[in-house]
């Protein structure tokens, strides 16, 4: 079993790739979408799910999506049919931090996804190429709370504090109008949901060839979350405007 189809198992029962609750992320978007039409784009949109969302509590607006992996694409087209918004998204299949557009968008999303760029300021720097004036970006990033463990580290990168996150931000010419940090229980809402929608896969299909490679899978990630990061590692999304035009 790969990667991806791996974290399509993990993330089942837990559609946003993020320790984010369904209240959360559409506090997140009225925020971010302070207008009922215009154009949103999510690099790294994965299955689509925050742009489905937002497609289908704003009829007029129009969404765009990339990413690498066609299976997540294809999902998210079958969702969209199933919500009647396919003709209001656009799916483009390539590496986000070399996606070109013709026009601009007024919401840019990543969230979770800043490790396609190379990191947080890489991600922004992409964002504002493709921000329309009075637009607004929304990324998501990890950050320690607490002094981590070398072995989280080595699990989860070389991650700030939030002070020292929101400094990054500030020093890369972005104002914060409006952020969430994850609480305790939605960052164990999520690692319950990935480990758990892992394993019972490989439970109701213990004759596939790749169910004891992803029980083991389950087993391994949470063993790593409960005795090496589950303490120390924090989820933060932010809402930004350009601080100057």
Do not use: K, Q
């Amino acid at each position: 079993m790969d990667r991806e189809e791996i974290s399509r198992r993990a993330h089942a029962d837990h559609p946003i790739a993020a320790p984010l609750d369904d209240d959360a992320v559409r506090g997140l978007l009225e925020r971010a979408l302070p207008r009922a039409d215009g154009r949103v784009l999510d690099l790294g949109c994965g299955g689509g799910e925050w742009l489905l969302r937002a497609l289908t509590a704003r009829p007029e607006l129009r969404g765009e999506g990339v990413d690498l992996s066609e299976r997540a694409l294809e999902d998210a087209r079958r969702a969209a049919r199933r919500l009647g918004v396919e003709d209001r998204l656009v799916l483009h299949r390539e590496d986000a931090a070399g996606f070109t557009a013709p026009h601009a968008f007024d919401l840019v999303l990543c969230v979770g996804a800043t490790h396609a760029f190379g990191g947080l300021p890489a991600t922004l720097a992409a964002a504002r190429r493709h921000l329309a004036p009075g637009g607004r970006v929304l990324v998501g990033e990890g950050f320690w709370e607490r002094e981590p463990a070398a072995e989280a580290v080595a699990l989860l990168g070389d991650l700030d504090d939030l002070p020292s996150t929101l400094d990054r931000v500030a020093a890369d010419g972005w104002t914060p109008v409006h952020g969430h940090v994850s609480t305790r229980r939605e960052l164990d809402d999520y690692e319950w949901a990935w480990t758990g929608s892992l394993a019972s896969w490989a439970l109701d299909h213990p004759g596939h060839p790749d169910s004891t490679e992803a029980l083991a899978t389950a087993t391994a990630h949470r063993d790593e979350w409960l005795r090496v990061y589950r303490d120390a590692f924090g989820f933060v999304c932010l809402v930004l405007r350009p601080t100057t035009p």
